[in-house]
DNA sequence: GCAAAAGTGTTCACATTACACCCATGG
DNA sequence: CCATGGGTGTAATGTGAACACTTTTGC
């Protein structure tokens, strides 16, 4: 952190005086979605002429009256209209050159939500969902911020029961599987996905059952949510490089 | 990231022409160490008025020519004289008010170096290697920025071989495990650790013993890089919430 | 009755934990 | 010879992976 005294001899000005030092900063939201089998990320199509047809990723600047995650959940709010979501912070990027009206630094979150709970929202905006691996090129280095998200959100999916987010209300254990294999780019087996679901003790047993599907019907789970408030902490030591 | 089309009707002026948006931005560095079964980081002493006597983190401000990794390894430079260290982002802070100067935003990162290997360079300058456990109030937010640094510190260790970056080119399994053990603030089973270590297959046997230590002598010790290059890639698929 | 997916247990290999005694060195 | 930490092995337990057949439903 610069001081006075880390600096004594450069610059006395009060920071705000110094433009040269200063920096437009954007936050930008990499929100993942799951529909039709696929992992998705909500994307907007860019028409800086520089990226003429490329998707972008949702974002807006920095404002001086809030914080980075302030304007992360403003963002998300504007174009989504969910308030209460999981959003966290990813990764701060800065490379020279990155935009192409000047320099600006932004900060990447991810967020988890599901798309069927907000069709409407969309249509009335010019968002798309894509299928996260069918993108190629993006505007900007959105690919490397996305790439970036991507690899936080199989880690994070593993170690964190955020993966409710993506799910109805009520879901069956092959949902939940689908989304995991999904996401993970990985096939798991069936009955040893249900063991260590249920050792887990965070799926209530709705003692439901699906509807209208072609083919004997499974059993509808919600996430515990009391119970992990519950069982949260304990931290492990292990080395495992 | 925001573009013309996605607020069309607000402003089209170039970003870096609205200096209302626009914001110093600075890098701090945490540079773990570790000496005298402890373990450190280093601290300078912050003499902002606000701040008077509270110890800082090692920062700057970013320039108008460089990118966050180049500003903090700038900064590791001037102040250790290391080029070529471990050094990684780990997050970005915005809250508004965190500086008393004005609106700074600041990118942590996080490293670990060997203190005995730059003792000189650190009497030339103003600073000192306080003990992590230790630390109680500091300037700016810079307890909280500590704070993550440390848990990702601890994260990390687990995950990956950098904890030797903290080590003598030549070490004992005593004071690997030392150091494991001040990080993680947990006691560990002196035969498991052995197995464990061994079992990674990442140390090399240097068929020396430790000099001058009033008891019998361990084996000695290095890293070995080239075992880890070899064996890196695996991607792991498990649920562990 | 056929197609499609649900539901269910066991075995094996491997990893983690807990735990105690003798050894080599310096003083 | 004493103090200090180095070095070693085994048994019990837990975890992850592989694997096949019967059941239920819609059509």
Same mark, same amino acid.
């Given at each position: ?5 880390n600096?004594?001899?450069i ?24 529909d039709?089998?696929q ?6 199509n ?38 209460d979501?999981f959003?966290e ?11 192409p ?18 069709q @409407? *929202?969309? &249509? ?6 894509? !299928?996260? $691996?069918?993108? +190629?090129?993006?505007? #900007? %280095? ?6 970036t ?13 955020i ?22 780019d ?9 063991k260590?679901l249920?050792?887990?003790?965070? @799926? *209530?047993? &709705? ?6 599907? !072609?083919? $004997?019907?499974? +059993?509808?789970?919600? #996430? %515990?949510?009391?119970a992990?408030?519950?069982i ?10």
């Amino acid at each position: 952190m610069p001081t006075v005294r880390n600096r004594p001899n450069i610059n006395t000005t009060p920071l705000e005086l110094r433009p040269e030092f200063h920096f437009a900063i954007s936050v930008d939201c990499v929100i993942f979605g799951f529909d039709e089998d696929q992992l998705k990320v909500l994307l907007i199509n860019c028409d800086l002429p520089e990226f003429k047809g490329k998707w972008s990723l949702l974002g807006d600047l920095l404002r001086p009256d809030e914080d980075l995650d302030g304007a992360s959940y403003r963002v998300l709010r504007g174009r989504t209209g969910l308030e209460d979501v999981f959003l966290e912070q990813v990764h701060t990027f800065g490379h020279l050159g990155r935009h192409p009206a000047g320099r600006v630094i932004t900060t990447a979150y991810f967020s988890l939500i599901n798309v069927r709970d907000h069709q @409407l *929202k969309l &249509l009335e905006n010019e968002l798309h969902w894509h !299928p996260v $691996r069918e993108i +190629r090129e993006m505007a #900007f %280095d959105h690919r490397e911020i996305l790439d970036t998200c991507l690899r936080t959100l199989q880690k994070k999916v593993q170690e964190e029961p955020i993966i409710f987010n993506l799910m109805e209300e009520k879901f069956s254990l092959r949902e939940l599987q689908n989304i995991f294999e999904a996401i993970l780019d990985a096939k798991m087996d069936r009955r040893n996905f249900r063991k260590k679901l249920f050792a887990t003790g965070l @799926l *209530k047993d &709705l003692g439901e059952l699906e509807q209208d599907v !072609p083919h $004997r019907p499974g +059993r509808l789970y919600s #996430f %515990d949510a009391e119970a992990y408030a519950r069982i949260r902490k304990k931290t492990l030591v292990g080395i495992d490089f």
